[in-house]
């Protein structure tokens, strides 16, 4: 290669095609999954550069395997690796649709096994989710909402953050509903139950419009970063010993449910999963102990 080959903004007259490709192929995507794939392709750019290849023209599925052992080499978990290669993989696919290249030079490339059997998310139980939901409030209302929104109704932390004042404004079939934008730009309502409703309530106080959670001390809306600081807090409150984030209240949300006799599928509604299975990693979860076969194997064998 003559020289580095950066992402740049779209300029078809002076770029390379391996370039094209790239920024066609980002186009697709916005948000976080738009930054973290135009690192991934940076990367990939970058050990072309050092192994004087390059990004698209010329690459043969060897280069593609020889990147992964290398990504394996420098220490990344297996499930690392396979994520980092989510951009590189649909670099070359879209490329090979769009007639850049003659073939898919990854689409054959030997990627580590990721075995999701259960989610090794560290969640709450239900007296640890209780406890949880009790101490938030007597931090600030803020810290209350925050709680119930992630633990009661499992939302994301991103989604929390942007909750509006307005957006649980509207009644349907007797129930006040929160109105939100999901993973994917996906539209959902759900029903808000009487103890969330009543937190929330008391997080809006007076105001009538605006973004619901506030950081306490400067007044302005807080981001999914303000989320995990104030889980952290609260979870250090509440003398839960281990590392609690927004994703292990939304964890907790969902295998509590389960273990209240939620149906997988209506569990699955509360999740916004898209497949069931990723709400069935959940209920693997939480019954691999107490539902396992050798319960009832030794049970049999002892003639109980």
């Not at 072309?48 to 990344?76: F, K, T, W």
């Not at 580590?112 to 139980?125: N, V």
């Not at 709680?147 to 009661?152: E, K, R």
């Amino acid at each position: 290669m003559s020289g580095p080959a950066p992402l740049l903004p779209f300029q078809p007259a002076t770029m390379s095609i391996a370039q094209l490709a790239a920024v066609s192929y980002l186009a697709r995507y916005a948000g976080r999954t738009h930054v973290l794939y135009s690192f991934q392709l940076r990367q990939r750019f970058a050990w072309c550069e050092r192994n004087g290849l390059d990004p698209l023209v010329g690459i043969q599925r060897a280069h593609v395997e020889l990147s992964i052992r290398q990504l394996g080499d420098r220490g990344l978990m297996d499930s690392s690796v396979v994520t980092t290669m989510h951009a590189v993989r649909g670099y070359f696919r879209f490329a090979h649709i769009d007639g850049l290249i003659p073939a898919d030079p990854a689409v054959y490339a030997r990627l580590p096994k990721i075995h999701r059997d259960e989610s090794r998310t560290q969640g709450l139980d239900r007296l640890e989710l209780i406890r949880f939901l009790h101490v938030a409030q007597t931090i600030t209302v803020h810290h209350g909402a925050l709680a119930y929104l992630l633990g009661i109704n499992a939302l994301r932390a991103s989604e929390a953050a942007a909750v509006r004042i307005e957006d649980y404004a509207d009644t349907l079939r007797g129930y006040r509903v929160l109105h939100l934008v999901g993973k994917g730009n996906k539209p959902a309502t759900m029903p808000l139950t009487v103890p969330v409703l009543r937190v929330l309530e008391v997080c809006r106080g007076e105001r009538t419009s605006g973004r619901l959670l506030l950081r306490p001390v400067s007044g302005q809306p807080i981001d999914r970063r303000d989320a995990y600081r104030m889980v952290a807090r609260i979870a250090k409150t509440a003398g839960i010993p281990r590392h609690i984030s927004p994703h292990s209240l939304r964890h907790a949300a969902i295998t509590n449910a389960l273990d209240a006799g939620v149906p997988l599928r209506d569990a699955q509604i509360v999740a916004r999963h898209a497949d069931p299975r990723t709400t069935e990693h959940y209920d693997r979860a939480r019954g691999n102990l107490d539902r396992h076969g050798v319960h009832f194997l030794t049970a049999y064998v002892a003639g109980v």
